[in-house]
Nanobody, 127 residues
Framework: QLQLVESGGGLVQPGGSLRLSCAAS????????LGWFRQAPGKEREGVSC????????YYADSVKGRFTISRDNAKNTVYLQMNNLKPEDTAVYYC????????????????????WGQGTQVTVSS
């Protein structure tokens, strides 16, 4: 069974940090572009970050640039999202996704370009 499983979400105070993990089973992430998306209540899903197949290219939405870091460990078949200096507006359900395609700046955050999705993990930033 092919699946992605996120973990690491939770409740954190503003200014705090969390590290999300997304582990794949049933397939190898080496050949996939990986992305993190989030969806807050009442809002559309938005792309947060993306990492190329090689890991040499990383991309961030303006809202998280300088605070979030995406990385991948192909040996562990896992992608991570380190989130620092969290703000209340970062509260959302976070999803990881994998794409077989070679994406570019026009498609990094296009959900339809991704083939596999995790079930999501809740991140709540509140005092």
């Amino acid at each position: 069974q092919l699946q992605l499983v996120e973990s690491g979400g939770g409740l954190v105070q503003p200014g705090g940090s969390l590290r999300l993990s997304c582990a794949a089973s049933g397939f190898t992430l080496d050949y996939y572009t990986l992305g993190w998306f989030r969806q807050a209540p009442g809002k559309e899903r938005e792309g947060v970050s993306c990492i190329s197949k090689s890991g040499g290219g990383t991309y961030y939405a303006d809202s998280v640039k300088g605070r979030f870091t995406i990385s991948r460990d192909n040996a562990k078949n896992t992608v991570y999202l380190q989130m620092n200096n969290l703000k209340p507006e970062d509260t959302a359900v976070y999803y990881c996704a994998a794409s077989r395609l070679l994406l570019d700046s026009m498609t990094y955050y296009t959900g339809a370009m991704y083939h596999y999705w995790g079930q999501g993990t809740q991140v709540t930033v509140s005092s």
